[in-house]
């Protein structure tokens, strides 16, 4: 496969590469809940929510098997209620992709509510 042209980040954007732009300045706070345990990663949580949130940090509460992303969005409203998880399973000559429904609670994100525990409880996106 061969690999196109890229665009440098530090070039203009024009209108002629039929890009539109959104500001995502919204803090919001993102709960995850049915997440199968194949997928308790902060890796998997960053793939799920990056097309409506840019996350910025993650927490998980294993006594409810429940997610926390932080980060930057469009709006609360932006982020769907409910998404797909997909799972990526390779075997030697096939590739399945598993689909699990797992449901999203957006809400603002205030530093007070969300403080970042002195144990840690709130971590830092690990680079991708």
Known sequence: MESGPVVAADRVW????????????????????????????????????????????????AAKNEHYVCGFAKSVESIPRSTYLKLKYETVDVVCM???LVNLEARL???????IGAEGEINVMPES
């Open 14 to 61: 024009r209108d002629a590469y039929g890009v539109s732009t959104e500001k995502w300045t919204t803090k919001v706070e993102i709960k995850v809940k049915n997440v199968s345990e194949h997928a308790n990663h902060p890796s998997k949580m960053e793939t799920l929510v990056s097309s409506f949130c840019d996350p910025q940090a993650y927490r998980f509460d």
């Open 98 to 100: 598993k689909s699990f």
């Open 109 to 115: 994100y205030t530093e007070a509510e969300g403080d």
